[in-house]
C-alpha cells in the first residue's frame, strides 16, 4: 500500500495548488454572487466490495456521501492504481467528518480510499447547501407551496433582501418549477385572491395541478387554491358516497366538487368569484366530470335555496339533473369559507320547511372557521348557536392546520337537524 499512498499525497497536490483562487466561504448577497460562488471541499474517495455494502450502511456510510462528484465516480483508475471490477465507487464527504468507527471500517475493509480536494461550484449544489449560503451554517427557512409549475412564497420580512437570490434557486434547482411568486400581503378580499410579485421565471399564473387522480386548472393571480389543503380534501371525500349529492357554496376552482363527482356523487359547485365558477366548468371538464358538476356564480345563500328547490333533500324525489337519488343518498353542505362561512349558517334555518319532516333525507354539513380561542369548543358552539338560534348538540370538530402559532383552521361536521331545517321561525 505505500504506492497508494505516494499516489494519495501526490493527488492532494495537484489539487491544492490548482485551487488557489477559490474563494473562501462567504454569505451570498447577490444573483451575481451565487451564479460566481466556488468553494473548496475535503471529500474521501472510497471503493468497497458489493458484498460489504450492508456492514457499511450499518456504519452510516452512505449517509456520508457527497454529491456531484460524477467524473471521480466514473474512473476505473487513481493514478497508478486500477479500481477492482468488482468494487463499488462512492465519494465522501472530508475525513474529518466521518464517525471514528466509520473511519476505522473504511481503514480496515475498503478496497482503496484517498483523500483530495474539489472545488465546488453553484451548479454543484443541491437546494439545501444554497440556502445556506444565505444565512448561517442552518441555512435559511424556506417555506413554499407549489401549484403546478408555480413556486409560491410568503416570504418574512427579514428575508425579502434575498427574494431574487431565492428565486432563482428554485429556478435552478427544482427543473419543474417555471415561475416563483411572493405574497405581498395578507388576503383580504372577498374573493380570497392574492397580490403578488413575481420574483423570477415567466409570467404565467395559470398552471395546471395534479393531485392524486384529479386535475385543476387553476388562475393562481386570480382565484383562491391551498395544495397545502389536499389530506383534507381526502378526509371529506371519504365521507362521500355514490349517489350522495354534494353542496359545495365556497368551491373555488372546484377541488372538493372533482373528489365528490369521481365517487359518483351529483355536484352543484359554487363560487362568487366569476373567475372561480368559470374554472369549475373548466376543470369538470379536464377530469369528464360535466355531467355530474354544475357550477354556479351566486350568493351563497341564494346558491343553497336555489338547490334545495331542485328536491335534493325531499326521499320522494328520485331524480335531479338528469342523476338518479336514492331515498338514503345523503346531502352534503360544504362551507370552506373559514373566515365568514360560520355567518352564513342560517341559511339552513327553515330552509326545508315546505317538506315533512319524515321525508328529510340526512343533511350533513362541513363547515369550516377559524379560531384563536383558547376553549376552541366553546368558541365554536356560541358562534354557531348565534347565527343559527339553536344549539347542534351533536358535532365533531376538526382541527385542519394552524395558521399562525395561536390561530388555527377548524372543520365543524353534523347532520343537521330536522327540527332546524323544518324551522318556520
Known amino acids: 500500500m505505500e504506492a497508494d499512498g505516494r499516489l494519495m499525497k501526490r493527488r492532494r497536490h495537484d ?151 431565492i428565486a432563482k434557486i428554485l429556478l435552478d434547482k427544482h427543473k419543474h418549477i417555471k415561475t416563483v411568486v411572493n405574497k405581498v400581503r395578507e388576503v383580504d378580499n372577498e374573493f380570497r385572491t392574492m397580490e403578488l410579485e413575481l420574483l ?12 392524486n387522480t384529479y386535475r385543476f386548472k ?11 389543503l389536499i389530506q383534507e380534501r381526502e378526509r371529506i371525500s371519504d365521507t362521500f358516497h355514490m349517489g350522495d349529492v354534494l353542496v359545495d357554496m365556497f368551491a373555488g376552482v372546484g377541488p372538493f366538487a372533482m373528489y365528490a363527482a369521481g365517487k359518483g356523487c351529483l355536484v352543484f359547485a359554487n363560487d362568487l368569484n366569476p373567475v ?3 374554472f369549475i366548468g373548466i376543470n ?16 351563497a345563500r341564494d346558491f343553497a335555496k336555489t338547490v334545495v328547490e331542485y328536491g335534493i333533500l325531499d326521499r320522494d324525489v328520485s331524480s335531479v339533473k338528469d342523476h338518479t337519488l336514492q331515498p338514503e343518498s345523503k346531502i352534503h353542505f360544504v362551507m370552506n369559507l373559514p373566515k365568514d362561512a360560520i355567518e352564513f349558517m342560517d341559511v339552513f334555518r327553515g330552509i326545508a320547511r315546505h317538506i315533512p319532516a319524515e321525508r328529510l333525507r340526512t343533511c350533513m354539513v362541513h363547515c369550516y372557521c377559524f379560531s384563536d380561542s383558547d376553549n376552541v369548543e366553546l368558541d365554536i358552539n356560541q358562534r354557531m348557536e348565534n347565527v343559527l338560534r339553536y344549539n347542534v348538540e351533536h358535532k365533531k370538530i376538526t382541527r385542519v392546520r394552524d395558521v399562525s402559532p395561536k390561530k388555527h383552521m377548524y372543520c365543524i361536521e353534523f347532520n343537521a337537524p330536522n327540527e332546524l331545517l323544518c324551522s318556520d321561525q
Open 218 to 228: 387553476v388562475d393562481f393571480r386570480n382565484v383562491y387554491w391551498n395544495s397545502r
Open 15 to 165: 489539487i491544492h495548488s490548482s485551487a488557489s483562487t477559490t474563494s473562501e466561504s462567504r454569505r451570498v448577497e447577490s444573483v451575481e454572487d451565487l451564479e460566481n460562488y466556488v468553494t473548496e471541499e475535503d471529500c474521501v474517495f472510497v471503493a468497497i466490495k458489493t458484498e460489504h455494502h450492508t456492514k457499511f450502511a450499518e456504519k452510516g456510510f452512505f449517509r456520508a456521501l457527497a454529491k456531484n462528484h460524477k467524473k471521480i465516480l466514473a474512473t476505473t483508475r487513481w493514478g497508478d492504481y486500477e479500481i477492482p471490477d468488482d468494487a463499488r465507487r462512492y465519494v465522501l464527504r472530508g475525513w474529518d467528518s466521518l464517525d471514528s468507527d466509520l473511519q476505522d471500517m473504511i481503514k480496515a475493509e475498503a478496497v482503496a480510499y484517498h483523500n483530495f480536494t474539489s472545488l465546488r461550484k453553484y451548479a454543484d449544489m443541491s437546494i439545501d447547501e444554497c440556502l445556506r449560503l444565505l444565512g448561517d451554517s442552518h441555512g435559511v427557512m424556506v417555506s413554499f407551496e407549489t401549484v403546478g409549475h408555480i413556486a409560491h412564497l410568503n416570504l418574512p420580512a427579514e428575508r425579502l433582501w434575498a427574494k431574487k437570490i
Open 276 to 278: 372561480g365558477a368559470r
Open 200 to 211: 423570477g421565471g415567466v409570467d404565467d399564473l395559470v398552471a395546471v395541478q395534479h393531485e
Open 284 to 299: 369538470a371538464a379536464l377530469n369528464n366530470f360535466t355531467h355530474l358538476v354544475h357550477p354556479y356564480n351566486l350568493d
